[in-house]
């Protein structure tokens, strides 16, 4: 029985003394807890955490930009695109034909031009010998001004025959991702009507939230300090997909609403997600933690150890003083960190508190066998 309560006091001892250790040291299974021990001093930043869904930075619908059949599909359905990767091909050669015409077309109205040229510089020359000739000379000069004209007009009619054909192989506007096809080869599409593809972008991403009144003031008010010495202060994030144990996505809070909605007091808002692993899709569930308070330190305790007062909702620890007298003590608790709960009120660092209460009962049995033992007291008259 001595060993045993020797060992048990060794591991009291131990966990005092290792209490205090800066944030990052493994801290005991709840398995492991000692009977009695101080709180844990721990420096630590408060989070609030939040449900959402991604949502992809650029949508963008795939539209042909001319009439004509499908000739080819270009790409595989779900993969990755990059901007400028031909998607669709369209039937050319009506596209062909009139680039072919419309180059002709400029060809003549720039023969017209010479042409008016030379009949301008020979009513030049007859009006130096000729009066009689100036209203021939003004006529030259307007259809002059006319040629050139056309042959505007003309390179303006080539330049959209050069787009039109150009438009006959749909390309990517952005990099992202791309859905099925919903149109196969063969199928007539229609200029600026016809729905072929959609793309996605990948990296970065928005995550959108919604984020009630008080945790929204939380938030803010420790930004709003910082950037009165730091004007370009943002609001970081950390992210975490459905499987993720942590938050290992980092994120910038870049939008918020305009206004709470009245009907659930909460209000949206977005984060840019950084650095993604290729796999995160719009529409995927996130959990996200952002911190409401600067890094302080802490008071912390099993949450095991935490009684509850079923008629007033109050929370209580005991207390072991050098005595071995128990004190019941009321506290104030803060947020969870996994088995630790944060105590805001009613504890001291040096208080000793009673983490397993069956564990405390047995030592304290032990403790008296003990010293009845070491006294010589008759075996009838140990203390139980």
């Not at 721990?42 to 949502?55: L, N, P, Q, S, V």
């Amino acid at each position: 029985m001595t060993t045993r309560f020797l060992a048990r006091l060794f591991t009291c001892l131990l966990f005092v003394s290792t209490a205090h250790a800066a944030e990052g040291k493994d801290k005991p299974k709840p398995s492991e807890w000692p009977a009695v021990g101080n709180p844990i001093v721990r420096e630590i930043t408060d989070y609030a955490e939040f449900a959402g869904r991604t949502d992809a930075a650029q949508t963008v619908d795939i539209r042909p930009r001319v009439t004509g059949p499908i000739l080819k599909v270009d790409f595989k359905e779900g993969s990755t695109v990059k901007k400028g990767d031909v998607l669709f091909e369209i039937e050319s050669r009506q596209y062909e034909l009139e680039l072919e015409r419309a180059a002709a077309t400029l060809k003549e109205h720039e023969a017209g031009v010479n042409l008016a040229n030379t009949q301008l510089e020979r009513q030049k020359a007859l009006r130096q010998k000729s009066v009689d000739a100036e209203p021939e000379l003004k006529k030259a000069e307007t259809v002059l001004e006319q040629a050139k004209a056309k042959v505007l007009a003309a390179k303006a009619v080539l330049q959209i025959a050069e787009l039109n054909l150009s438009w006959t192989k749909i390309k990517s506007p952005i990099d992202g991702r791309i859905g099925r096809s919903l149109l196969d080869a063969g199928n007539l599409v229609q200029a600026n009507k016809t729905l072929l593809a959609t793309v996605c972008s990948t990296n970065p991403m928005y995550a959108y939230f919604d984020v009630d009144e008080r945790t929204f003031l939380r938030i803010v008010r420790p930004l709003e300090k910082k950037r009165k010495s730091d004007p370009d202060s943002s609001l970081n994030a950390m992210v975490g997909l459905a499987d993720d144990d942590g938050y290992p996505i980092t994120a910038k809070m870049d939008f918020t609403g305009s206004q709470i909605d009245p009907k659930t007091a909460t209000l949206r808002v977005r984060a840019v997600l950084l650095n993604l692993p290729h796999l995160v899709l719009p529409g995927m569930f996130v959990r996200v933690r952002i911190a409401t308070s600067q890094p302080h330190k802490a008071l912390l305790i099993p949450k095991q150890c935490v009684g509850l007062t079923a008629q007033s909702d109050e929370k209580w620890v005991l207390v072991a003083h050098e005595t071995n007298k128990l004190e019941r003590r009321v506290v104030k608790l803060g947020a969870q960190y996994g088995e630790l709960v944060e105590v805001l009120d009613g504890l001291k660092a040096d208080d000793r508190v009673v983490f397993d209460h069956d564990a405390f009962n047995q030592l304290q049995r032990e403790k008296s066998e003990l010293q009845g033992k070491k006294s010589g007291a008759p075996k009838d008259k140990q203390p139980k």
